[in-house]
C-alpha cells in the first residue's frame, strides 16, 4: 500500500518561498508541492511560469476554498500571519508559519488554541535548528564533551553600516509588528538557546540601533542574556557594526572544554548562490571553516580544528513534518515552541525599555 501524501500550497512568492521552502517540500516523497498563492506579479516573477504544472492562485478567498489543499506554508511577512494562519485552519488545513509566529504572544496562544479545536497541526519554520553549526554544537554539549555549561554565546554579526535604501526596504527594514532584527534573526537564535538549554530563568536585553543614520527608527541590533539558575549565562546577539574578516558565530564554555566558530551555517549562502539542495556540496563546510576546540589535557588546553557535522541539512525540517503529519513523530518546530521564543522577545523588549533584568 503506498504512503499517504499531502498537498502542500505555499502563500506568497519571495525569497522565503523560493530558497527556504520550495525545494525542500519537493525533496520530500510523501509531500506533493501542490498550488503557490502569489497576489502579486511581477516581470520575470510569476510562479504560474515557473511552476507551470501546479495550481497558483491570485485570490486567497479561492485558494483557502481548495479541499485538495492539505497543509499550507506561511511564508510572508510577520504582520500577516495571525489573519492568514488563522483562515487555514479554519477551513481545516495543517499550517507551517514562517518565522517570527506572530508579533504577539496574545495572537499565538489564540492561533494555537484554534488549532487544537481543528484538530490540526500548527508549527513553525525553525530551519536553523538543522543548521550543521548548531548540530555540532549540539553534539558538543550533549555528548558532556564540553562538561558543565557555564558560557554560551550566539551570534549574527554583520557589517552593514549605512541604512538600508528605500528600495530595498522589505519587512526586515522597517518599521512594523513583528519587525526588527530580534524579531527577524532572535526568532531564530533565541530558539536555537532554548531548544539546547531550555527556557531560561531570567532575561535581560540592550536593544536598538547601531547604525548612525536611522530615519526609520527601525532597531538593527540586539543583545539578550538568558540566565540559568545552573549558573549557565547565554548571550545571543546580532550586530550590524562589525567591520570583521571572519564574522564570529558561537563560543561555548564548559569546564572541561571550549568550542569556538566562525563563519555562518553554509545553507543559504549556496542556494543564494546557485548550488541547489541535493547537490553533493550542499550543506558541506570547507575545512577551512571549521570551528575549533579546547580540552584540558594533562592540565593544560589543547586545541585542534573539530570538524562540522554533516548529513543534516534544512530537508529534515520537512522530512519530521511529513513523520508528524502521518503520526509518526513530533514536528519539527511547534506553535506552542514558537509561543515561547515570542515571550521571550517580549520580555527582552521589556527588558531594554526599563533597564532591568526580568524573570521568565
Given at each position: 500500500?503506498?504512503?499517504?501524501?499531502?498537498?502542500v500550497?505555499?502563500?506568497?512568492?519571495?525569497?522565503?518561498?523560493?530558497?527556504?521552502h520550495?525545494?525542500?517540500?519537493?525533496?520530500?516523497?510523501?509531500?506533493?508541492?501542490?498550488?503557490?498563492?502569489?497576489?502579486?506579479?511581477?516581470?520575470?516573477?510569476?510562479a504560474?511560469?515557473?511552476?507551470p504544472?501546479?495550481?497558483?492562485?491570485?485570490?486567497?478567498?479561492?485558494?483557502?476554498?481548495?479541499?485538495?489543499?492539505?497543509?499550507?506554508?506561511?511564508?510572508?511577512?510577520?504582520?500577516?500571519?495571525?489573519?492568514?494562519?488563522?483562515?487555514?485552519?479554519?477551513?481545516?488545513?495543517?499550517?507551517v508559519?514562517?518565522?517570527?509566529f506572530t508579533?504577539?504572544t496574545?495572537?499565538?496562544?489564540?492561533?494555537?488554541?484554534?488549532?487544537?479545536?481543528q484538530?490540526?497541526?500548527?508549527?513553525?519554520?525553525?530551519?536553523?535548528?538543522?543548521?550543521?553549526?548548531?548540530?555540532?554544537?549540539?553534539?558538543?554539549v550533549?555528548?558532556?564533551a564540553?562538561g558543565?555549561?557555564?558560557?554560551?554565546?550566539?551570534?549574527?554579526?554583520?557589517?552593514?553600516?549605512?541604512?538600508?535604501?528605500?528600495?530595498?526596504?522589505?519587512?526586515?527594514?522597517?518599521?512594523?509588528p513583528?519587525?526588527?532584527?530580534?524579531?527577524?534573526?532572535?526568532?531564530?537564535?533565541l530558539d536555537?538557546?532554548?531548544?539546547?538549554?531550555?527556557?531560561?530563568?531570567r532575561?535581560?536585553?540592550?536593544?536598538?540601533?547601531?547604525?548612525?543614520?536611522n530615519?526609520?527608527?527601525?532597531?538593527?541590533a540586539?543583545?539578550?542574556?538568558?540566565?540559568?539558575n545552573?549558573?549557565?549565562?547565554a548571550?545571543?546577539?546580532?550586530?550590524?557594526?562589525?567591520?570583521?574578516?571572519?564574522?564570529?558565530?558561537?563560543w561555548?564554555?564548559?569546564?572541561?572544554?571550549?568550542y569556538?566558530?566562525?563563519?555562518?551555517?553554509?545553507?543559504e549562502?549556496q542556494?543564494?548562490?546557485?548550488?541547489?539542495?541535493?547537490?553533493?556540496?550542499?550543506?558541506?563546510?570547507?575545512?577551512e571553516?571549521?570551528?575549533?576546540?579546547?580540552?584540558?589535557?594533562?592540565?593544560?588546553?589543547v586545541?585542534e580544528?573539530?570538524?562540522?557535522?554533516?548529513g543534516?541539512?534544512?530537508a529534515?525540517y520537512?522530512?519530521?513534518?511529513?513523520?508528524?503529519?502521518?503520526g509518526?513523530?513530533?514536528?519539527?518546530?511547534?506553535?506552542?515552541?514558537?509561543?515561547?521564543?515570542?515571550?521571550?522577545?517580549?520580555?527582552?523588549?521589556?527588558?531594554?525599555?526599563l533597564?532591568?533584568?526580568?524573570?521568565?
Amino acid at each position: 500500500m503506498p504512503a499517504k501524501t499531502w498537498n502542500v500550497c505555499v502563500i506568497g512568492y519571495g525569497l522565503s518561498a523560493k530558497t527556504f521552502h520550495l525545494p525542500f517540500i519537493q525533496l520530500e516523497p510523501r509531500l506533493k508541492l501542490y498550488a503557490i498563492y502569489q497576489r502579486d506579479v511581477f516581470p520575470n516573477d510569476d510562479a504560474a511560469v515557473d511552476y507551470p504544472d501546479l495550481k497558483v492562485y491570485r485570490s486567497s478567498e479561492e485558494m483557502f476554498k481548495d479541499e485538495a489543499i492539505d497543509v499550507v506554508v506561511v511564508s510572508t511577512s510577520p504582520e500577516s500571519h495571525y489573519p492568514l494562519i488563522k483562515l487555514a485552519l479554519e477551513h481545516g488545513k495543517h499550517v507551517v508559519s514562517e518565522k517570527p509566529f506572530t508579533p504577539t504572544t496574545q495572537e499565538a496562544d489564540e492561533l494555537i488554541a484554534l488549532s487544537k479545536k481543528q484538530n490540526k497541526l500548527l508549527a513553525v519554520y525553525q530551519n536553523r535548528r538543522f543548521d550543521a553549526d548548531f548540530l555540532t554544537v549540539t553534539q558538543l554539549v550533549k555528548s558532556g564533551a564540553l562538561g558543565r555549561i557555564v558560557e554560551y554565546e550566539s551570534h549574527i554579526d554583520r557589517h552593514r553600516p549605512e541604512q538600508p535604501a528605500a528600495s530595498e526596504s522589505v519587512w526586515k527594514n522597517k518599521v512594523m509588528p513583528g519587525g526588527s532584527a530580534i524579531y527577524d534573526l532572535g526568532a531564530h537564535i533565541l530558539d536555537q538557546a532554548v531548544h539546547l538549554f531550555g527556557l531560561p530563568n531570567r532575561v535581560t536585553a540592550f536593544i536598538g540601533s547601531q547604525r548612525e543614520v536611522n530615519t526609520t527608527g527601525y532597531e538593527d541590533a540586539f543583545t539578550v542574556l538568558f540566565h540559568y539558575n545552573s549558573g549557565l549565562v547565554a548571550t545571543i546577539k546580532a550586530t550590524v557594526v562589525s567591520p570583521e574578516a571572519e564574522q564570529f558565530r558561537f563560543w561555548v564554555r564548559g569546564d572541561k572544554g571550549s568550542y569556538k566558530k566562525f563563519h555562518f551555517d553554509i545553507q543559504e549562502e549556496q542556494l543564494r548562490g546557485g548550488i541547489k539542495a541535493t547537490d553533493s556540496v550542499y550543506g558541506r563546510e570547507p575545512r577551512e571553516r571549521y570551528g575549533t576546540l579546547s580540552t584540558i589535557q594533562n592540565g593544560k588546553p589543547v586545541k585542534e580544528v573539530y570538524p562540522t557535522v554533516e548529513g543534516t541539512t534544512w530537508a529534515e525540517y520537512y522530512r519530521r513534518l511529513a513523520q508528524a503529519l502521518a503520526g509518526e513523530g513530533e514536528l519539527p518546530a511547534s506553535g506552542e515552541e514558537a509561543r515561547e521564543v515570542i515571550r521571550l522577545i517580549e520580555l527582552a523588549k521589556e527588558s531594554s525599555r526599563l533597564g532591568k533584568t526580568l524573570e521568565v
